[in-house]
């Protein structure tokens, strides 16, 4: 890539992580919007005059909406999408300047990985809906996510280096995502991923057109409404639960999961469908088979 373009695309990418600092006044009353429809609840990042930064208004309203009637057998699958041209920012700047003490920068960042690691804990899948560029923490909270899709003009890019602020938070998820060679690279330089660079890399599932986005993501959970929703969140759970531990370990783990899976209704159900051809019919519920 030429030396200009890589100008531009590290000016954009570094304009995106400080835009709440230089963003005009002003914000949304509602900073997330939450709507739910045949069991996919749709999380939009809602203040993209500033650029939908991580704010700790905005995580805690995040996190309200994440937590919202979870354990509602309507719910099955979370979207996380955003309004305008930029994903997220990041964090809000001016929340970390030093008009504000240690006590609350830390409130920031303590309730940004709360968000981050109550994703992986929620008993529904999470997908990021990417259409736009995500810097900073809004990289962290794609990275964060089980599913990502992104829109062919998505980029994605830890430029905190750049004003002098290590995004140590966001490679944590990063460095849970991505090749270590890959996820330095853009942690030490601070230039974006393409969205077919990140697609590669693994930093996301899918990349479509921007006009095929909402299709595809709603064409993934749909998919994901079909099953039971306490088979899933058993199947969620024990995933990053296995991710963390030895071969050997993970294998015995898992193996009495299985046997425990078989013990609950839909479990049964499932195999008894499969045996009688037909669809099974989910009860969705934690209870054992009688």
């Not at 700047?93 to 992986?120: G, N, R």
Request: with cysteine; proline share 4%.
């Amino acid at each position: 890539m030429a030396a200009a373009a890589l100008w531009r695309l590290r000016r954009t990418s570094t304009a995106a992580f400080s835009s709440a600092a230089a963003a005009g006044p002003g914000r949304p009353a509602k900073l997330t919007v939450r709507r739910q429809e045949e069991g996919v609840r749709n999380i939009i990042l809602n203040n993209p005059r500033r650029r939908n930064a991580l704010s700790l208004s905005m995580l805690q309203s995040l996190r309200e909406d994440l937590l919202h009637d979870v354990k509602s057998k309507d719910l099955r699958v979370i979207v996380v999408s955003a309004e305008g041209p930029v994903f997220c920012s990041g964090h809000d700047l001016k929340e970390l300047s030093s008009e504000d003490d240690v006590k609350h920068h830390s409130q920031v960042f303590e309730m940004c990985a709360e968000v981050m690691t109550l994703i992986q804990k929620l008993p529904v899948p999470v997908i990021a809906k990417v259409n736009g560029l995500a810097t900073a923490a809004g990289c962290q909270l794609v990275a964060s996510c089980d599913i990502a899709v992104a829109s062919e003009k998505s980029q994605f890019a830890t430029p905190g280096v750049n004003i002098g602020l290590f995004c140590s938070t966001p490679a944590v998820a990063l460095g849970r995502s991505l090749p270590r060679k890959v996820a330095l690279e853009m942690l030490f330089t601070g230039e974006p991923l393409s969205a077919q660079e990140a697609l590669m890399h693994g930093l996301v599932s899918k990349v479509v057109p921007e006009d095929k986005l909402e299709e595809e993501t709603m064409k993934i959970s749909q998919k994901i409404c079909e099953s039971s929703k306490s088979v899933l969140a058993l199947g969620k759970a024990t995933f990053y639960r296995q991710m963390a531990q030895d071969l050997d370990t993970a294998y015995k783990m898992t193996t009495q999961v299985m046997v425990d899976n078989l013990t609950l209704r839909d479990g049964q159900e499932g195999i008894e469908a499969f045996i009688q051809k037909r669809k099974p019919v989910w009860s969705h519920s934690q209870d054992e088979k009688k």
